[in-house]
């Protein structure tokens, strides 16, 4: 049996991919999955590390993160895939690279080997970057203070952004679409890329 396709959609908060995400996955029978919190376990590791009132260290952040990534691979993603089914996530791997690597600043290295023990070889085959300005993710949504990433301010975002972009940059898995077109120009410039990996609408 042939291995489901993996597509991730990642970008900053606001940016439009998990609308993308959940409408991918609609449109082409796919199973649709979000990071953190998709599973029971996950749940309360997404209170716990989004709950701006708790304090945590960088590093405690990332392993909180790595711990629902690692789960949820082995649960839901994996056996998704090796059943032949595709699967589009909303957030992976990534969000902990952009998030806390370039963001908090962990070490982009030792967080590379973590999630290699994470996720294994449970790689995307293609990952999509909606990319906004900061200005007009601000527009766009009501910063919740309770959030730990929502509550940081404009540099924290701003490395974020950049981070994405460089990760986007040296990998040819990548690609990035200008998410501050109209719904209709995001949507075709998503499927273009989608219709080279040869995927039929379900």
């Known amino acids: 049996m ?3 396709l ?7 908060d606001a940016c439009g991919k998990s609308t993308q995400a959940r409408r991918v996955a609609t449109a082409r029978g796919a199973r649709f999955v979000f990071e953190p919190g998709d ?11 989004l709950d701006a009132a708790a304090p945590m260290t960088p590093a405690t ?38 998030y806390q690597g370039y963001g908090r600043g962990v070490d982009l290295a030792d967080l590379r080997a973590a999630t290699h023990l994470a996720i294994g070889e449970c790689e995307p085959d ?30 924290f975002h701003e490395r974020v952004r950049d981070g994405y972009l460089e990760l986007a940059a040296a990998s040819r ?27 039929r609408r379900g």
Do not use: C, K, Q
């Open 6 to 12: 993996f597509v991730v959609f990642e970008g900053v």
């Open 173 to 199: 898995s990548w690609v990035v679409v200008d998410g501050e077109g109209t719904f209709e120009e995001v949507d075709a410039a998503v499927d273009v890329h989608l219709e080279r990996l040869n995927w």
């Open 2 to 4: 042939a291995r489901g």
């Open 61 to 98: 952040e990332a392993l909180l993160m790595l711990t629902d990534r690692s789960h949820h691979v082995t649960t839901v993603i994996e056996p998704t895939l090796a059943r032949g089914e595709s699967v589009v996530a909303d957030r992976f791997a990534a969000s902990t690279l952009a």
């Open 126 to 155: 293609l990952t999509v970057l909606i990319d906004i300005s900061l200005e007009v993710a601000n527009e766009r949504r009501e910063r919740d203070h309770r959030d730990r990433f929502e509550a940081e301010d404009l540099h």
């Open 39 to 49: 599973t029971p376990m996950g749940e309360d590791l997404r209170r716990w590390v």
